[in-house]
């Protein structure tokens, strides 16, 4: 059984940054690509960056230059840095993994940012 184990949202002011985290765990569970969906209230969950096993990263344009993924491949954790956060950016956080173990999905961590 895969869980994904989210920490690190919380309320934060504009401009100012989280760190949000993402620890897999399960036998044999080694995820080809990591990273973050995000859904505001009342919008659809959308795509916000991912990281490959090879260390390869995306973006969804409007947090490039703000934010960055990274991940630790031996604790099979990702992690996402989120610098000058707007309030545009409030939303629950969702961690994904996907790989030959199929697509999981983490429980959300709430990030509040206000203006």
């Known amino acids: 059984q895969v869980q994904l184990v989210e920490s690190g949202g919380g309320l934060v002011r504009a401009g100012g940054s989280l760190r949000l985290s993402c620890a897999a765990s399960?036998?044999?569970?080694?995820?080809?690509?990591m990273g973050w969906y995000r859904q505001a209230p009342g919008k659809q969950r959308e795509f916000v960056a991912h990281?490959?096993?090879?260390?390869?990263?995306n973006y969804i344009d409007s947090v490039k230059e703000r934010f960055t993924i990274s991940r630790d491949n031996a604790k099979n954790t990702v992690y996402l840095q989120m610098n000058n956060l707007k309030p545009e950016d409030t939303a629950v956080f969702y961690c994904y993994s996907a790989g030959v173990g199929g697509l999981h999905w983490g429980q959300g961590t709430q990030v509040t940012v206000s203006s």
């Open positions: 990281i490959t096993s090879g260390g390869a990263t």
């Open positions: 399960g036998s044999t569970f080694s995820p080809n690509v």
